[in-house]
């Protein structure tokens, strides 16, 4: 699993939070990957949270998920769920202190879901553990493996992003072009390429350039606010082959 970043440690308070946890309510490696790694995104998928048993409560009341005889859980326990996780588009994994099921409730879908966990991952304690628990979580509730290649964006709260647009002027590159020049100039560490973006992480950055093929024009920088140097010299690259920065608002 490629780190972005270096990982932010966990505080004093934290490490005594979760050393007081009962252990066994939470899946394989979910404890053990926090204290190594720190809270993040895994995948550009999951944020990775600390257990938080507030979140949930007040959604017992909105009546946002149908509920039958298959539910894991009733309308009212969800105000008794630990949220350990949230996706991108807002789904939340959690668990329940009277189940032995991680439990998803999905953003746009009607239905609670329970996964259940192969024994191989239940077995398993160690710090990849929970990397492998995640994926199988989205092979179960997507019916495919993940495209994105592993990797683990740690929250170090001195991230920074730029967002330039490379314009469709006669002359200029495409967007893959960009990106496979951009390859050439500066070797990454490790890269990801779809259909819809290519990846492109540097570890002087403490980040990566997202070329979005999707939309056809924009392109971001991520980087740590340490790298500021780093990131100037790449972004005065990316402006010399013809992206431009977005129109202040």
Same mark, same amino acid.
């Given at each position: 699993?490629?780190?972005?970043?270096?990982?932010?440690?966990?505080?004093?308070?934290?490490?005594?939070?979760?050393?007081?946890?009962?252990?066994?309510?939470?899946?394989?490696?979910?404890?053990?990957?926090?204290?190594?790694?720190?809270?993040?995104?895994?995948?550009?998928?999951?944020?990775?949270?600390?257990?938080?048993?507030?979140?949930?409560?007040?959604?017992?009341?909105?009546?946002?998920?149908?509920?039958?005889?298959?539910?894991?859980?009733?309308?009212?326990?969800?105000?008794?769920?630990?949220?350990?996780?949230?996706?991108?588009?807002?789904?939340?994994?959690?668990?329940?202190?009277?189940?032995?099921?991680?439990?998803?409730?999905?953003?746009?879908?009607?239905?609670?879901?329970?996964?259940?966990?192969?024994?191989?991952?239940?077995?398993?304690?160690?710090?990849?553990?929970?990397?492998?628990?995640?994926?199988?979580?989205?092979?179960?509730?997507?019916?495919?493996?993940?495209?994105?290649?592993?990797?683990?964006?740690?929250?170090?709260? &001195?991230?920074?992003?730029?967002?330039?647009?490379?314009?469709?002027?006669?002359?200029?590159?495409?967007?893959?072009?960009?990106?496979?020049?951009?390859?050439?100039?500066?070797?990454?560490? &490790?890269?990801?390429?779809?259909?819809?973006?290519?990846?492109?992480?540097?570890?002087?950055?403490?980040?990566?350039?997202? &070329?979005?093929?999707?939309?056809?024009?924009?392109?971001?920088?991520?980087?740590?606010?340490?790298?500021?140097?780093?990131?100037?010299?790449?972004?005065?690259?990316?402006?010399?082959?013809?992206?431009?920065?977005?129109?202040?608002?």
């Amino acid at each position: 699993m490629y780190m972005v970043s270096q990982p932010k440690p966990l505080s004093h308070d934290q490490n005594q939070m979760l050393a007081e946890e009962e252990i066994k309510i939470y899946p394989p490696g979910y404890l053990l990957f926090l204290q190594r790694f720190g809270e993040g995104n895994y995948r550009g998928w999951m944020n990775v949270q600390l257990p938080d048993n507030e979140v949930l409560k007040p959604f017992a009341e909105y009546d946002l998920w149908e509920h039958d005889a298959d539910s894991p859980i009733t309308e009212q326990q969800i105000g008794q769920c630990v949220a350990i996780g949230t996706t991108v588009d807002g789904d939340f994994l959690a668990v329940h202190p009277q189940s032995d099921q991680l439990i998803w409730l999905p953003r746009h879908e009607e239905y609670v879901k329970a996964i259940a966990l192969q024994e191989q991952e239940q077995e398993q304690e160690d710090v990849g553990t929970y990397a492998k628990v995640l994926d199988e979580i989205y092979r179960q509730v997507y019916g495919r493996d993940s495209e994105e290649a592993a990797f683990y964006e740690p929250w170090t709260g &001195f991230q920074s992003h730029v967002f330039l647009r490379l314009p469709p002027k006669q002359g200029h590159v495409s967007l893959p072009e960009l990106a496979e020049k951009c390859r050439g100039a500066y070797s990454p560490d &490790f890269s990801i390429e779809t259909q819809y973006t290519c990846k492109l992480f540097y570890r002087q950055l403490g980040g990566y350039i997202r &070329f979005n093929y999707a939309n056809k024009q924009e392109v971001a920088v991520m980087y740590e606010q340490d790298a500021q140097q780093e990131f100037a010299v790449m972004e005065q690259w990316l402006l010399s082959n013809g992206c431009e920065a977005y129109p202040a608002k």
